[in-house]
């Protein structure tokens, strides 16, 4: 978190005010983020678990699915 930050040019946890500003959120300002920043965009859904337990069918209805190894998730 501290490098992301020092990339963006801050030089203090940003969490500070964010959990300041979480009381003040109401659902219009979630639906107008949701409308203007997510709305109509391509965007990755990540299913974790045992694959003997996971119903690929119903997954590929939702789009191309591609098993990818430990490696490849967690580095190791």
Do not use: C, Q, W
Not at 47 to 75: A, H, P, Q, Y
Request: no cysteine; charged share 35%.
């Amino acid at each position: 978190a501290y490098d992301r930050a020092k990339k963006r040019g801050l030089n203090y946890d940003i969490r500070k005010d964010m959990y300041a500003k979480i009381p003040t959120i109401s659902m219009a300002d979630l639906n107008a983020f949701f409308e203007k920043h997510i709305k109509g965009k391509p965007f990755t859904y990540m299913v974790i678990g045992k694959k003997e337990n996971v119903d690929f069918k119903v997954l590929e209805t939702l789009g191309t699915v591609k098993e990818l190894s430990l490696e490849e998730v967690f580095g190791y």
